[in-house]
């Protein structure tokens, strides 16, 4: 079975959470509305350890509730009891009053579920939607343009392009991000991003041979 690989970008928000006895059922893996659990914990961490907010403060005393409107989500590795898992918060739109976030779990580099989920701010006085604050709202914009895929690959990117260069043979420097390159028209560089593929495309002319490097995958 291939499993997917996962790093988190820098800065992202990411919490161990060890796997109990009550996590498990009968079969000793985790019993799946358990994650939702874990989530939302995480969530509220997040408000308040990364965005400065007090969750329970925002629903007791400003009166907003942040239901969820959306939830999917992906199991690829059970997890069992005694296991430690990483989770790892990012976020992938912010809308007027409503918010999609990522939530990878994951141990070892390998990413075991991926869930995607949109809450939405409500007023517990109205009971309708409510447009997030301008404070937290520029939070969660910065929170999110520092720990986007792009704003982490994009120098391994500019660094496998400069290897772009007239060589008389088949053989190629490694960019410190690289730790191997074929001799082959066509090969897959082992990044310190491991969702990152790259083509290494070989252009043969009667003088010399061209090798440049081509982006082919640029996120999950």
């Known amino acids: 079975m291939r499993h997917?690989?996962?790093l988190p970008p820098g800065g992202a928000f990411t919490r161990s959470v060890p796997v109990r006895f009550s996590h498990?059922?009968?079969a000793g893996i985790v019993y799946f509305p358990h994650y939702f659990d874990?989530?939302?914990g995480l969530i509220e961490d997040w408000y308040g350890e990364e965005l400065g907010y007090d969750y329970a403060a925002l629903i007791t005393e400003s009166q907003y509730a942040f239901p969820f409107v959306h939830i999917e989500c992906d199991f690829k590795i059970p997890s069992r009891m005694g296991d430690v898992?990483?989770?790892t918060l990012l976020v992938d739109r912010v809308g007027r009053s409503s918010l999609g976030i990522a939530i990878v779990c994951h141990r070892d580099g390998l990413?075991?579920?991926r869930a995607r989920m949109v809450t939405?701010?409500?007023s517990l006085e109205t009971g309708k939607p409510a447009p997030l604050p301008q404070s937290l709202r520029e939070?969660?914009?910065?929170y999110r343009s520092r720990t986007a895929v792009g704003a982490t690959i994009i120098p391994s990117i500019l660094g496998f392009w400069r290897l772009s260069r007239q060589r008389q043979t088949g053989e190629s420097r490694c960019h410190p991000g690289c730790t191997a390159v074929s001799r082959n028209s066509w090969a897959t560089a082992a990044t310190r991003q491991p969702w990152l593929k790259f083509r290494l495309i070989r252009q043969a002319s009667a003088k010399?041979?061209?090798w440049s490097w081509h982006s082919t995958a640029a996120t999950q």
């Open 4 to 6: 997917d690989q996962f």
């Open 24 to 26: 498990c059922d009968p």
């Open 38 to 40: 874990m989530f939302n």
């Open 85 to 87: 898992i990483d989770l």
């Open 111 to 113: 990413e075991r579920l």
């Open 120 to 122: 939405a701010m409500m």
């Open 139 to 142: 939070k969660i914009e910065s």
């Open 208 to 210: 010399s041979t061209a």
